[in-house]
């Protein structure tokens, strides 16, 4: 299967390459401008008149270009595998590990091969020159050697500018290149040699600002001058290898964080609180003060010593030697207060380093210096300098106008780079606070609030603005577990719910079913009690029914053997009366089945239409036989109907009946019953009452609980009032029991009307 490749943007790929290149060559440019000023400018200055004597300056100028045609090439062809490597990701291409070893490789070189092929060359042009002019004797040997120190002091600070600033160009490209190399590794590495070479730069920077101004400020002659600066590189020298050893030994705590933090697993690496990590952070935050301190003060002794020495090989007086030492002066607190602003550039991204990865606490990494100091000692260092450089200008001898607005422009470049420096150390950390603030208020909390500089209150303040997104950021994990272990639990609850909400549902079933069952069971019960009544309430009709067949039978022969008209009408007279009697007798016995049947049907799994009239008339015709001596009386609205099932309302009405009837008794003077049937606003009222004793006021609250009788055994199961109260209920409606002793019982039943529109075969139950 083919290998579909990502689409190459071409076009942008080659804007990007093209405004790259450009960056490259102005860069290059504007460096080799730098190196002609450092080198070309003072040799022009100290031998101009020399070369021009000799006539040798245009093949000096054409050797020169040629020569750095060649390093340029040279470069060139030592960064062919860092841009091969960029056009590969660019296309969205892996890199084998053979190109990224060969670009790391290249990437780490070539700044340091450029500078040095750089150093290398124009140090030669310098010593060249001077050679050539000294053995001409077209220039003094004084100011030859200083011509020779000269160009090999600049073309240093020159060289260590170019390989800074490569490095610092190469950066973004080893990070698109390398983009799983560990930055705290990276940073190892490099950081020492940009440190030397970042005071080493200042170095020349310095010494050629330094010359630039003593020519100024003072008359020195040209031997004069080449006498100081020849003295001025051994003099330079010692102070630079101390520096360098203080630096060795300044660096050894973050060398072993290093050392622990890159060899050791990432596991133990890493850990929130680690002492090596508190004593790099300290040492990093006060090198940069020690070192500028340490070189200012050896620059100083350095300086006073080559004046020193250089007024008595040379014979300068006193105020040349003042001035001398006030512009040597003020260049070097401009080069203390460049070099603590750069070199703690240097060093940021490792305290960011150590803040991300480190809980550091605050009262041991506070820094000496607070903001207030810093102000103070930066601003004063900058309002110091442009003192000095004016009350220097009114005390040196009178120039011409172009030498003096140089040197002004000069001086005000110093300070305004001062100032730029200041600031940008100043508000650097500001903004990345405020942008890192506004990234939290987005919720944004899973990267750190790195410190930006130092532990001062700018640094603190971004501790404690670390110190609250760790907080955030764990209340938040925990809140988002909680909310996870709580869904997770409303899961389990919810399953469990429904599980049960099922066993509900079953056991609710086999309830209803129950019910049912213990309805159709409590009915038959009623049904045997009734048949026993009602066997000689049909006993009855039957029996006259059977006595009145034989002498309806004699009537008819009678009839039949009637001679005259008068025997004729009266034995059909006898017949007559005889068949009222049978069809009296059928009639009742026929009431009597049908209302037994009307009662023991069952019922319709579809509720219907019933008549409320016709049910209280078959419950009677049932009872009859219980209410011998009892005076039923019925009020009730004939086209009264409701919507239900007949069998189960036939059944309450039976009960209720039948409980009246056994609360009155067998007493000799009887009771009453009233049944009342009527409409009542929208509901149908059913009531039922007795004259009896009444029901105990401790024992009505129960009379519908489930077998609950007052009854002896045997007499009743406590199940009918029970079984009343859960039909009305599934019809809809509600009962109540009112009595008093002494005054009988009533009982009232309100069941939902059933609306003239509705249609029997699709209406449900109310309340179903």
């Known amino acids: 299967m083919a290998t579909t490749l990502p689409e190459v943007p071409v076009a942008a790929s080659l804007r990007t390459a093209a405004c790259a290149l450009g960056a490259v060559v102005l860069a290059e440019l504007s460096l080799t401008l ?65 190109a990224e070893e060969a670009a790391q490789r290249a990437m780490a070189r070539t700044p340091l091969e450029m500078a040095g092929l750089r150093w290398v060359l124009w140090t030669a042009l310098s010593v060249g020159v001077a050679w050539m002019l000294a053995a001409r004797n077209l220039l003094a040997w004084p100011s030859a050697v200083g011509v020779a120190c000269v160009g090999l002091l600049h073309a240093g600070g020159a060289a260590a500018i170019r390989a800074l600033f490569w490095e610092r160009l190469l950066d973004p490209v080893q990070a ?81 964080y290093f050392e622990s933090a890159i060899k050791r697993p990432t596991s133990r690496g890493l850990a929130r609180d680690d002492p090596q990590a508190v004593a790099a952070f300290r040492a990093a935050q006060s090198l940069p003060y020690r070192a500028s301190i340490y070189q200012s003060l050896a620059c100083s002794l350095a300086a006073v010593a080559v004046v020193a020495v250089g007024r008595r090989l040379t014979g300068f007086n006193t105020a040349i030697a003042g001035r001398l030492l006030g512009a040597i002066g003020l260049m070097v607190l401009a080069s203390g207060l460049y070099e603590t602003l750069l070199l703690r550039a240097v060093l940021r991204p490792l305290l960011g380093q150590l803040g991300s990865r480190h809980r550091l606490p605050v009262a041991e990494v506070r820094s000496a210096l607070g903001l207030r100091r810093k102000l103070l000692l930066f601003f004063g260092g900058v309002i110091v300098l442009g003192s000095g450089l004016v009350l220097l200008f009114s005390l040196s001898p009178k120039h011409g106008p172009a030498t003096m607005i140089g040197s002004t422009a000069l001086a005000l470049a110093l300070a305004l780079g001062l100032v730029v420096l200041i600031v940008r150390d100043l508000v650097s950390p500001i903004h990345a606070l405020e942008e890192r603030a506004d990234e939290m208020a987005r919720g944004e909390l899973a990267r750190p609030v790195p410190p930006s500089g130092e532990a001062d209150e ?48 079953d056991a609710l079933e086999k309830l209803r079913r129950a019910q049912d069952d213990l309805v159709r069971t409590e009915k038959l019960a009623s049904m045997g009690r009734l048949v026993a009544g009602i066997a000689h309430e049909i006993n009855n009709p039957v029996n006259a029914v059977i006595n009145t067949l034989g002498p309806l039978q004699e009537s ?13 009408a009266s034995a059909v ?21 049908q ?16 008549n409320l009239g016709r049910s209280v008339d078959d419950t009677v015709d049932l009872l009859r036989h219980r209410l011998k001596n009892i005076r039923v009386e019925k009020e009730i609205d004939p086209g009264l109907r409701v919507f239900g099932f007949p069998g189960q309302i036939d059944q309450v009405l039976m009960n209720l009946v039948t409980n009246a009837a056994q609360a009155i ?3 000799e003077q009887g009771g009453t019953i009233r049944i009342g049937v009527h409409a009542v606003d929208d509901e149908a009222q059913i009531s039922v009452a007795d004259d009896g004793p009444g029901i105990p006021a401790e024992v009505l609250p129960r009379i519908f609980d489930p077998f609950f009788t007052t009854k002896d055994v045997g007499e009743g199961s406590g199940l009918g009032l029970s079984i009343v109260h859960g039909i009305i209920e599934r019809h809809g409606g509600r009962i109540r029991a009112e009595s008093h002793a002494g005054e009988g019982t009533v009982f009232r039943i309100w069941l939902p009307l059933r609306p003239a529109s509705a249609s029997s075969e699709n209406r449900a139950l109310p309340g179903k």
Not at 53 to 73: K, N, Q, Y
Not at 556 to 568: L, Y
Request: aromatic share 4%; net charge positive; with cysteine.
């Open 665 to 667: 008794g067998d007493r």
């Open 556 to 568: 008819i022969h009678q009839i039949s053997g009637a001679q005259s008209p008068q025997q004729i």
């Open 176 to 256: 698109t290149i390398l983009p799983n190399l560990d930055p705290l590794r990276a940073f190892a590495v490099t950081y020492r040699r940009r440190l030397c070479l970042t005071a080493f730069a200042l170095i020349g920077l310095g010494h050629a600002v330094s010359a630039t101004l003593i020519a100024v400020f003072t008359e020195l002659t040209s031997p004069q001058a080449g006498t100081l600066l020849a003295l001025t590189v051994p003099a330079l020298l010692v102070p630079m290898l101390l520096w360098y050893r203080s630096l060795a030994r300044r660096t050894v705590p973050i060398e072993r």
């Open 34 to 98: 730098l190196e002609a000023l450092l080198v070309w400018a003072p040799l022009v200055a100290l031998a101009g008149q020399s070369l021009r004597d000799s006539g040798e300056t245009p093949r000096i100028v054409a050797v020169m270009l040629v020569l750095l045609v060649l390093t340029w090439a040279r470069a060139t062809d030592r960064m062919r595998p860092v841009l091969a490597a960029r056009a590969t990701k660019l296309r969205g291409l892996p890199l084998t590990a053979a």
């Open 573 to 593: 007279a006898d017949a007559e009366e005889m068949l009222r009697v049978v069809q009296r007798g059928a009639a009742r016995s026929k009431a009597i089945v």
């Open 595 to 610: 209302a037994l049947h009307n009662y023991s049907r069952g019922d319709e799994s579809v509720p219907r239409e019933l």
């Open 458 to 505: 700018i640094g603190r303040l971004t501790f404690a603005f670390e110190e609250m997104r760790r907080a955030l950021r764990d209340k938040l994990r925990s809140t988002e577990s909680l909310n996870i272990d709580l869904e997770r639990e409303v899961r389990r609850r919810t399953e469990v719910l429904e599980q049960r909400n099922a066993e509900l549902h």
